[in-house]
């Protein structure tokens, strides 16, 4: 069979099929993970629960809304908790519902404890998708990754005006989402380790110098004062003339994830990517 330098994709981990095509002896596995409030609420109004709930009971409060979601959901129990695209979406991504079931006496904490312990010996390295500089920078040191390697937009930006919950709202999003509350708490505990491994300093100090980067990246990229609409309520901005070249590699990095993944299978043009953008920055 081929050998593979990388696979990054989205799906439900499934080890004994990812050992077959990344040896676990001779790769790094790595994940990211998100506070499960923020998780919830970007997961509510992207996959559409948020306007199901506004159709059905008008334009309440993000507190209401989410309060009759969950109204319709099984509270989680001593044995089971719900987990889909909205609720617990990271264990479900991790494949806590395959591991789980061979624990069919188990209660749900034992489940849980488990599951950790698994994901603990399946993965090297777990990002915070609420701390992604640091995250990048610490990947590009485990990797030995350049600064222009970890480059990034964000992308899929929501045009919604930000909305504050109430705690009592927070607290309740917590009990149905006990699986990823627990999942989080412990690797975001674990990512401090990590900063200690390549050193607080010189991690702080890197992250720094990535910020200043991407905000050149930005401004040499994009003219900002045209905000464009994109799908799912989300904004982007116009991409600055800047020579067939160099414009490659603003629009690399604003492309959608499924188109991003046909392009990049074309490994040679994969290859001239890091040199576009360090011309573009004026890199050597």
């Not at 609420?130 to 970890?150: A, C, H, P, Q, V």
């Not at 009990?175 to 607080?200: C, L, M, T």
């Not at 930005?218 to 067939?244: H, L, M, Q, R």
Request: charged share 25%.
């Amino acid at each position: 069979g081929s050998v593979y330098n990388m696979q990054c994709q989205h799906g439900i981990f499934t080890p004994d099929v990812e050992h077959q095509i990344m040896p676990k002896e001779t790769s790094l596995y790595s994940t990211i993970v998100r506070s499960p409030v923020s998780q919830f609420k970007s997961a509510f109004s992207f996959f559409g629960d948020e306007g199901k709930m506004r159709k059905t009971y008008g334009d309440k409060s993000i507190d209401e809304l989410i309060g009759h979601y969950l109204d319709s959901k099984s509270a989680p129990n001593e044995y089971t908790a719900a987990h889909s695209m909205v609720i617990n979406s990271v264990a479900n991504d991790l494949g806590f519902a395959h591991f789980s079931k061979k624990m069919t006496e188990s209660t749900l904490q034992e489940k849980i404890n488990a599951f950790i312990e698994h994901l603990d010996q399946e993965m090297d390295f777990v990002m915070i998708t609420d701390r992604m500089d640091e995250s990048l920078i610490l990947l590009k040191e485990y990797l030995g990754w350049n600064m222009t390697d970890i480059l990034y937009l964000n992308r899929m930006v929501s045009s919604k005006p930000k909305v504050t919950m109430l705690e009592e709202t927070k607290a309740r999003i917590l009990k149905y989402q006990v699986i990823d509350a627990q999942i989080f708490d412990h690797f975001n505990a674990s990512f401090e380790q990590h900063i200690d491994r390549i050193g607080r300093e010189k991690v702080a100090s890197q992250v720094k110098e990535f910020q200043e980067l991407r905000e050149t990246f930005e401004n040499k990229c994009f003219n900002k004062n045209n905000i464009i609409k994109g799908p799912y309520n989300s904004i982007s901005w116009e991409i600055t003339d800047y020579g067939e070249n160099k414009n490659v590699a603003c629009t690399f990095l604003q492309t959608r994830d499924v188109i991003l993944t046909k392009v990049i299978t074309d490994f040679n043009f994969l290859k001239t990517i890091p040199s576009l953008l360090r011309d573009l920055m004026g890199l050597s």
